[in-house]
């Protein structure tokens, strides 16, 4: 079993929201050959159809604060609107997507988070991933598409991070296949100067990591991603590279984006 | 495989509408012994939902005008808000269940219905299911929810009738399972008057039905149901029973409601 590779490709909310790189990202996505699974972010639609009824957002630290209506709008929106949407796009383009939440078939279970200084609401860490039955997914030739929710086992639906998800799931699945994780976003990698995007950092290591990290020089909000990134290599994954949508293939084939190593 | 017994379940919206009766049903549900699907219809959220965002809902002979702007409200909620919770609830009393459209692993392709006088949309007619797949779902101990919509091969989710879709799915799973086809809604089964919630007919087969379509006694809503359930009995289904969401167990039981015969 070990032998056969799987690719965990995280797609961010950015590429999501534009109708044009998407669709660019979803065709290319499709012709990736092999196992795959798709995490999709959540993107600027669910605080768009929140403001459309009147439901106001409140970020803290960059993460979304939801409560009982925040959280029907992330259900209807990453569940249902977003999706929904890219399963059909995939199947127009004959690859057999499934659309699932952390719920569904209970592939991703998480911990209501608790509450400390701040009161995230519905908001979901991480607790289990049910490897087998995303295995058995696979081997049948289905394309797993996740959104970024959670469930508790009060049946509480739990809105999650996108790009925890996809480590927790690469990680999960390194048992049984040789995985790759992607982190499919809208720079060209990791930069070593947020200004300039032609500044992408071709190779990390965790010294490297070390020294950019003390010196500032790696953006603050890109931190969590290359900790989960770090993470997952010391946990089994086989690889992991942060691209841009567009370079998909090339990221794959190790020629574009930020390639990190142990 | 034909040993196996599958129920096919419809839940009207009428009874998701209610949290009360939706969770009652969703407690019963959960306890039916065997494989089992559950197919749900939309309900008043998405009218109340596309009001709350200045969508104007068009109903013409109780089917909704599903325009793009429609098509996403739809989506939304029948495809996010209202499966996902179902699945959650599920899972938090141990039914492993899995929320699906019809594009989700292709298993019920839809053709846009042409527009003859009217034009509906992004409405579709059921054209095939993929009884493999939902098999082997099944056989992996899953419990299939769906929700009322579909795709075509162009890549359009489309609307679908919730009642047309669990008799399709039920004549599909009719060649690996011993197929029961349970419509539950409201009412304690079809009424011989429709003002007299007394008036349950107990057993229906095409010669009653007859007399009955003709002297008008049979409320008009019913008949495209009806048809329906003649035409899955016809097609290989073992049994059909229309009946109130409360009596779930009674009526697969064969003790309540209207048990459809040929």
């Given at each position: 079993m070990k032998n056969n590779s799987l690719s965990v490709i995280k797609i961010g909310g950015n590429i999501i929201d534009n109708p044009e790189a998407s669709k660019n990202f979803l065709e290319k996505f499709s012709d990736l050959p092999g196992a795959k699974i798709l995490i999709h972010g959540g993107g600027k639609v669910a605080t768009q159809t929140a403001s459309r009824l009147g439901i106001e957002t409140r970020m803290v630290e960059g993460r979304r604060i939801t409560d009982r209506a925040m959280l029907e709008v992330v259900t209807m929106v990453y569940g249902g609107l977003v999706n929904k949407n890219i399963v059909a796009t995939l199947q127009s383009l004959k690859t057999n997507a499934i659309g699932l939440t952390g719920a569904d078939a209970g592939i991703i279970e998480a911990e209501k988070r608790p509450v400390?200084?701040?009161?995230?609401?519905y908001v979901g860490d991480v607790?289990?991933?049910?490897?087998a039955i995303l295995t058995n997914f696979l081997e049948n030739g289905l394309v797993p598409v996740i959104a970024p929710l959670t469930f508790s086992a009060a049946g509480d639906l739990l809105n999650t991070n996108a790009d925890t998800m996809a480590s927790a799931a690469a990680v999960a699945l390194a048992g049984n296949f040789n995985v790759s994780l992607i982190y499919c976003f809208e720079k060209d990698g990791v930069l070593s100067d947020p200004d300039n995007d032609e500044s992408v950092i071709s190779a990390l290591e965790p010294g490297l990591y070390a020294t950019y990290k003390q010196s500032g020089v790696i953006n603050k909000g890109m931190i969590p991603k290359l900790d989960n990134s770090f993470d997952a290599l010391a946990k089994g994954v086989g690889r992991v590279v942060i691209c841009h949508a567009k370079d998909l293939h090339a990221a794959v084939e190790g020629s574009k984006g930020t390639q990190i190593h142990l």
């Amino acid at each position: 079993m070990k032998n056969n590779s799987l690719s965990v490709i995280k797609i961010g909310g950015n590429i999501i929201d534009n109708p044009e790189a998407s669709k660019n990202f979803l065709e290319k996505f499709s012709d990736l050959p092999g196992a795959k699974i798709l995490i999709h972010g959540g993107g600027k639609v669910a605080t768009q159809t929140a403001s459309r009824l009147g439901i106001e957002t409140r970020m803290v630290e960059g993460r979304r604060i939801t409560d009982r209506a925040m959280l029907e709008v992330v259900t209807m929106v990453y569940g249902g609107l977003v999706n929904k949407n890219i399963v059909a796009t995939l199947q127009s383009l004959k690859t057999n997507a499934i659309g699932l939440t952390g719920a569904d078939a209970g592939i991703i279970e998480a911990e209501k988070r608790p509450v400390k200084t701040i009161d995230y609401g519905y908001v979901g860490d991480v607790k289990s991933v049910n490897s087998a039955i995303l295995t058995n997914f696979l081997e049948n030739g289905l394309v797993p598409v996740i959104a970024p929710l959670t469930f508790s086992a009060a049946g509480d639906l739990l809105n999650t991070n996108a790009d925890t998800m996809a480590s927790a799931a690469a990680v999960a699945l390194a048992g049984n296949f040789n995985v790759s994780l992607i982190y499919c976003f809208e720079k060209d990698g990791v930069l070593s100067d947020p200004d300039n995007d032609e500044s992408v950092i071709s190779a990390l290591e965790p010294g490297l990591y070390a020294t950019y990290k003390q010196s500032g020089v790696i953006n603050k909000g890109m931190i969590p991603k290359l900790d989960n990134s770090f993470d997952a290599l010391a946990k089994g994954v086989g690889r992991v590279v942060i691209c841009h949508a567009k370079d998909l293939h090339a990221a794959v084939e190790g020629s574009k984006g930020t390639q990190i190593h142990l």
